[in-house]
């Protein structure tokens, strides 16, 4: 029997290899002559770099750049030497696990350490960029990143505007001619696990703004200052993508990456699933498990599961999730190639303590699998 493990990494538990690991010590328990393939997997959040530089031969590099609130962070991004390409995870830079909760502000919070980053790749000779844009704590519509790589955003008063999607309000004059002229000749890959527009009720500010500390009426004042932003744009350019799938994508980074890098949308778990060879591990698999931390209709917007399950079933693979927690809408998931999920919790437990023992869960639900697996075999002799 073969069966992959992809699964993605649980937040603020465990990396997705170690994630794999749990899950193939709990297999082999029952499943001793099991062939278990180990692939972490990612979708354009936290763990990407780790993912990719885990398939591929390249370099683990790090840079100090601005936080989201301005503090000097030491960032990581991959470097693939033989292609030129850059690999920058944005949540390295200007992530949300960079703040804690009580400092979390959306309003100010700025993606100024992405294009940092993005500079630091530039001075290397990038020639490719891979945009991972999950777990960000910016709600700034990339203004950060666009300043940071040489663009001048005014005010009224010809005053440089301050950090945070607020200040996007006062934007008078919007300069994109001093932008660094390298950028004309990267290409840039944007890979997120959100497919969300840039403004309204599904837009960046009103759907993740209250997670990176926005109150209601913060989120209609950033809401609107985003608005202002691309209708900005749209007279500079004479061309309008607030719309496009993926522009709210991290506190609307991703409107930036489109507009003024000519970025390339894709859901990240896919180019992942790329750069892995997803689809040449599944061939001629019986089974594939995959997991995140939370299993929920939101899945359906793009997350590791979703990703891994569709490349399973072109193949006829069927798929079991394990995740920290059922929440409402999964069984949605069982539309899309997925045959059934189950949650790491054998009991009540809090938070702090669901993360403490997640590996010996992990364990225990795939060894269960695996007997569940031995009896469908006993079962399907008797037949």
């Given amino acids: 029997m073969k069966i992959i493990i992809a699964p993605d ?84 830079a200007s992530g949300l696990q960079l703040v804690a909760q009580a400092q979390r502000n959306a309003c100010v919070s700025s993606t100024r350490g992405t294009g940092e980053l993005i500079r630091q790749a530039l001075d290397a000779g990038a020639r490719k960029l891979i945009l991972t844009i999950g777990g960000s704590a910016t709600n700034d519509g990339g203004a950060g990143m666009l300043q940071a790589l040489g663009a001048r955003l005014l005010d009224r008063q010809g005053h440089d505007l301050p950090p945070g999607g607020l200040a996007l309000a006062q934007l008078a004059t919007l300069d994109t001619g001093t932008l660094d002229p390298r950028l004309a000749g990267l290409e840039v890959e944007l890979a997120a696990d959100v497919d969300n527009p840039l403004c309204g009720p599904n837009g960046a500010s009103h759907v993740f703004g209250p997670q990176k500390g926005a109150s209601a009426e913060h989120v209609r004042q950033l809401d609107a200052a985003l608005g202002h932003f691309a209708d900005c744009t749209a007279r500079l350019l004479g061309k309008d993508l607030r719309d496009e799938p993926g522009a709210g994508a991290a506190g609307g980074i991703g409107f930036a990456a489109k507009v003024f890098l000519g970025a390339r949308f894709r859901p990240g778990v896919d180019v992942v699933a790329q750069i892995t060879h997803l689809d040449a591990r599944i061939a001629g698999a019986d089974l594939v498990i995959t997991g995140e931390g939370r299993f929920d209709a939101q899945t359906l917007r793009g997350k590791t599961p979703l990703g891994v399950a569709r490349v399973a079933a072109a193949r006829q693979v069927p798929v079991i999730v394990l995740a920290g927690t059922l929440g409402d809408g999964y069984e949605q998931l069982y539309r899309h190639g997925i045959q059934s999920a189950f949650a790491l919790a054998s009991g009540p437990m809090t938070l702090d303590e669901a993360c403490a023992s997640t590996p010996r869960l992990l364990r225990e639900r795939a060894r269960d699998i695996a007997r569940l697996l031995l009896l469908g075999k006993r079962l399907q002799g008797l037949a």
């Fill in 9 to 92: 990494s649980f937040k603020d538990s465990l990396s997705a290899a170690d994630v794999a690991s749990a899950i193939a010590d709990g297999l082999r328990e029952v499943l001793k002559d099991a062939e278990l393939v180990e692939l972490p997997m990612a979708d354009g959040g936290e763990g990407t770099i780790d993912a990719i530089l885990a398939a591929v031969q390249g370099e683990d590099r790090k840079s100090r750049v601005s936080g989201p609130l301005g503090q000097p962070v030491d960032a990581r991004w991959g470097w693939l030497p033989d292609s030129r390409t850059a690999i920058i995870e944005m949540a390295e």
